[in-house]
């Protein structure tokens, strides 16, 4: 009971650590695109992408991706789209995670 218990004590910190770090990331990314800072948003992207890879998220991780091909093509219409679909994915992962992981540890 007590190595279930430290388990689910890791898995808790893990999800807290993701949700603070991709809630700054998320912002970074926004900060970025508006200055049009390709490679700063980028750095952003790539953390948030691993986060959500390690963590199974696979629709926001798709959205990663969207995100990174815009920003490839300079097209400032696309990477708004991508960022707000990104953003979107973010919140619901994130409603998830403190729904499914944090509010049963309590």
Request: glycine letters at 10%; charged letters at 25%; one cysteine or more.
């Amino acid at each position: 009971a007590q190595e279930r218990a430290g388990r689910g004590g890791l898995v808790q910190r893990v999800v807290e650590a993701f949700l603070v770090q991709s809630m700054q990331q998320v912002a970074e990314l926004r900060e970025a695109c508006m200055a049009a800072d390709a490679e700063r948003a980028g750095f952003a992207l790539h953390g948030l992408r691993s986060g959500g890879d390690a963590l199974g998220a696979a629709g926001l991780t798709a959205r990663c991706d969207a995100l990174s091909r815009a920003l490839s093509t300079g097209d400032a219409a696309a990477i708004d789209a991508a960022l707000d679909q990104l953003e979107r994915q973010h919140g619901d992962v994130s409603a998830l995670l403190r729904s499914d992981y944090l509010a049963h540890a309590a």
